[in-house]
């Protein structure tokens, strides 16, 4: 079945980590994007990409990093300069842009700083 | 700021009952809008995407109407079930800055 998949869905870090989290749509859409939601809280948009190898900031980029080798995978790094990982990140995907299209997300993975 | 408000931010309605869900936005100028539900520790699913040239989506038992001029949109619920208990959420694709904003939420729960 076409659609995106997250991983880890739960993942711990050591204060001072790296971690990236994987997202991969099959979907074959251009568009792909990183959002955090926080409790009591919109999402907030850390980063998109509207084609390989090119991406934007978000609202939130400072201490995340992406990449976008390929059209189906778009990986979120969350570096330790990030002051408060703590969140439930989601990834989505649409086609064509967001001012048209539909926007589908995956599962989810939830970061916990120990 | 461009914000986008949903209200209430949670509802509790008997088994059967049709409902109404609010989203109002500060910034009239959108390209579309769109309703998702979240159940507890899952990702979004989307519900209904209206364009700013179209007043209505429905799909079943939902029914998603928008008008820009007033910076609202509503999600009709008819005959709620038990199931449709979650989280509803709208986001507004806002013209100017070209991004999406999203709502806090809308906590329902359907008492069977």
């Known amino acids: 079945d076409g659609g995106i998949t997250q991983s880890p869905k739960y993942l711990f870090r050591k204060e001072g980590q790296n971690v990236t989290l994987s997202c991969e749509q099959n979907?074959?859409?251009?568009?792909m994007y990183w959002y955090r939601q926080d409790p009591g809280q919109g999402l907030r948009l850390i980063y998109y990409?509207?084609?390989?190898?090119?991406?934007q900031k978000g609202d939130i980029a400072e201490g995340y990093s992406v990449s976008r080798e390929k059209k189906e995978s778009f990986p979120l790094t969350v570096t330790s300069a990030q002051k408060n990982p703590t969140a439930f990140y989601l990834c989505?995907?649409?086609?064509?842009?967001?001012?048209?299209?539909?926007?589908?997300f995956g599962e989810g993975s939830r970061l916990t700083v120990l | 700021k461009q914000e986008v408000t949903q209200i209430p931010a949670a509802l509790s309605v008997p088994e059967g009952e049709n409902l109404v869900l609010n989203c109002s936005f500060t910034?009239?100028?959108?390209?579309?809008l769109q309703w998702f539900r979240q159940d507890p520790g899952k990702g979004l699913t989307s519900l209904l995407l209206?364009?700013?040239?179209?007043r209505e989506q429905t799909s079943g038992r939902l029914n998603a109407s928008l008008d820009k001029s007033s910076g609202r949109s509503t999600l009709y619920i008819a005959a709620s079930q038990p199931g449709d208990s979650a989280t509803y959420l709208c986001?507004?694709?806002?013209?100017?800055?070209?991004?999406?904003?999203f709502g806090a939420g809308t906590i329902l729960r359907v008492k069977s």
């Open positions: 990409s509207q084609i390989v190898n090119d991406f």
């Open positions: 986001a507004a694709y806002m013209e100017y800055g070209n991004k999406l904003v």
């Open positions: 979907l074959n859409h251009d568009a």
């Open positions: 209206i364009q700013s040239s179209q």
């Open positions: 910034d009239s100028a959108i390209y579309n």
């Open positions: 989505a995907s649409s086609m064509p842009s967001g001012q048209t299209g539909e926007l589908f």
